[in-house]
């Protein structure tokens, strides 16, 4: 039987999460560019670091992680608005010219994902005191459909049977009275 070495499963982690090295080295690029920059033209400093946070770095996480499905654009216009507020720190407030214009963008991807994150919570508060299903089932399909990981599915679970037993107890509570 063969042994797998060191190097074959570093391999195998690059071959699959290739995404890493190459966006620390994009942003390790810019950051060290606008370190040794004159601000000479600054809006297409700018311009270029504001492309490669919001649309390039996102852009390759996409391309990295395509066959995981939906979940993915998600966390793409999660790294978009995450670039477009790192460029906002990373200039300073009198070179920005180009920012002031697409501060929106943040602020409607922030809104997106927030709506989103409001559904599932909505679908799993329902499925808790809807149904019949136990707590360990409600977190398997919500694992399932969501694609958590094993200690987050165990989280949801003890979430929802604690959920699960205040409600009781509140009912239990009113119907006394």
């Known amino acids: 039987m063969a042994q797998i070495s060191g190097d074959h499963i570093a391999y195998r982690w690059f071959r699959s999460n290739w995404f890493y090295p190459l966006a620390i ?71 920005q010219h180009i920012l002031g214009s697409v501060g929106w963008l943040r602020t409607m991807a922030i809104t997106v994902l927030a709506v989103i994150e409001i559904k599932i919570l909505f679908s799993f508060y329902k499925a808790i005191f809807a149904s019949d299903k136990t707590p360990e089932e409600i977190a398997g399909k919500l694992s399932q459909d969501i694609k958590l990981p094993p200690w987050v599915t165990r989280l949801v679970a003890i979430e929802a049977r604690l959920l699960r037993r205040l409600s009781d107890f509140a009912r239990g509570l009113f119907r006394r009275r």
Not at 63 to 82: E, F, I, N, Q
């Open 25 to 95: 080295a994009v942003v390790l690029g810019d950051v060290t560019a606008l370190h040794f920059q004159d601000w000479s033209q600054p809006r297409l400093l700018e311009g270029a670091l504001l492309f490669d946070f919001a649309v390039v770095v996102p852009l390759l996480y996409l391309w990295c992680y395509r066959a995981r499905g939906a979940a993915v654009l998600l966390r793409m216009v999660g790294l978009a608005s995450l670039g477009i507020w790192a460029t906002s720190h990373l200039i300073p407030a009198e070179h």
